[in-house]
């Protein structure tokens, strides 16, 4: 059988990156991994209720942005009350682009990964 297990989004600083998905997602750390040299960290969020994380990869002396191409690829979020994850989002100023016609938006972590926000009933 398969499952799906993790996504990686390598990050330039992951206390800021740790914190953007503490306030925006309620995403929490639940495994990490520290190279004994210092060279990389790996921490798992994980959202209480699925077995599926985010990998967030900090690499050391990394200081230009990720080439994130084009910009196509995302993750999705269900959420159960919309509205209010869409105004806590705005106030945030995390909000990126917004697809009314699909009822759906979309927020830009700090590294300007996407990340859609779906109603719960449109799963």
């Known amino acids: ?31 990490e991994k520290r190279d004994p040299d210092g060279t990389f960290v790996l921490v798992y969020l994980g959202d ?11 690499l050391a002396g990394r200081e230009e ?3 994130l191409g084009e910009g196509e690829f995302h ?8 509205d209010k994850m869409y105004e806590k989002h705005k106030a945030m100023g995390a909000v990126c682009y917004e697809n ?7 927020i830009a972590d700090p590294d300007g990964y ?3 926000i779906v109603p719960e009933e449109e799963m």
């Open 48 to 58: 209480g209720s699925s077995g599926f994380t985010l990998e967030l990869t900090w």
């Open 1 to 31: 059988m398969i499952k799906f297990n993790h996504f990686n989004f390598n990050v330039l600083n992951l206390e800021k990156s740790l914190a953007f998905y503490k306030e925006a997602l309620d995403l929490v750390p639940v495994k």
């Open 65 to 67: 942005p990720y080439n």
């Open 100 to 106: 009314k016609e699909m009822g759906v938006y979309f």
């Open 114 to 116: 996407w990340i859609e």
């Open 75 to 82: 993750l999705a979020f269900t959420v159960g009350d919309f």
